[in-house]
């Protein structure tokens, strides 16, 4: 009031901002979507669990191949020192009396020797693939192993049916790698994610602006 002298009041803006939850079908979206992203993760599990199991089948599967080659190449190389050294025996035999010079003698020891080093470095290899096969059978020993009346069979023959089979297989590598269980199951995890961003969005936040004089 200018007559009592009291100063008039200058006048000022008030700006504020308030967030309130968009109450859209009460939490019943956002339940139904948590709900269905488990499902989803659940079915996604089971896929996890059914490539773990696949995987350890074919690992063994491996292993079991693998063990089977390295005894047919064992048997060979073993069979191919003896040979070596009965050859050694029957040249010393010769240069001792004088049929042959003495460095036939040399070649044959030395391609003996070489026998011998193959041979071990593939039993080294042989035992490697018996641990390895123990471990994808989870057996503490190689006797577990044996006690588990593993007998393993000859190489598969390579016929021109089963070359042309394999090349066939590549083919339909693709297709095959869409169906693995890792793949549905990541598969399903991306659906899983979709929906719980849909119920994330359902339950957005609007911004109200209010002005006001006092």
């Known amino acids: 009031n200018e007559a009592s002298g009291t100063p008039r009041q200058t006048t000022a803006g008030l700006r504020f901002a308030i967030r309130v939850p968009l109450l ?44 089977a080659s390295r005894l047919s190449r ?28 003495g460095a036939e003698l040399d070649l044959a020891q030395a391609s003996a020797g070489e026998k011998r080093a193959g041979r071990i470095a593939e039993e080294q290899a042989l035992q490697a693939a018996w641990n390895l096969l123990g471990r994808q059978l989870q057996a503490d020993t190689l006797d577990d192993v044996l006690n588990a009346a593993l007998v393993t069979e000859d190489l598969p023959e390579v016929t021109q049916i089963a070359a042309g089979f394999a090349q066939r297989m590549q083919g339909q590598q693709r297709n095959a790698l869409e169906r693995r269980a890792d793949v549905r199951a990541a598969r399903l995890r991306e ?6 961003v849909l119920a994330a969005e359902d339950a957005g936040m ?3 602006i209010a002005t006001g004089r006092p």
């Open 24 to 67: 859209r079908n009460a939490g019943g979206v956002q339940n139904a979507s948590a709900l269905k992203a488990r499902e989803i993760e659940r079915d996604a599990s089971l896929e996890d669990l059914l490539q773990t199991s696949g995987q350890a089948v074919l690992n063994v599967v491996q292993a079991y191949w693998e063990l």
């Open 74 to 101: 064992a048997a060979i190389l073993r069979e191919s020192e003896r040979r070596a050294s009965d050859l050694v025996a029957e040249i010393e035999k010769l240069v001792a009396a004088d049929q042959i010079p």
């Open 191 to 196: 659906r899983a994610a979709h929906t719980q």
């Open 206 to 208: 609007t911004v109200v």
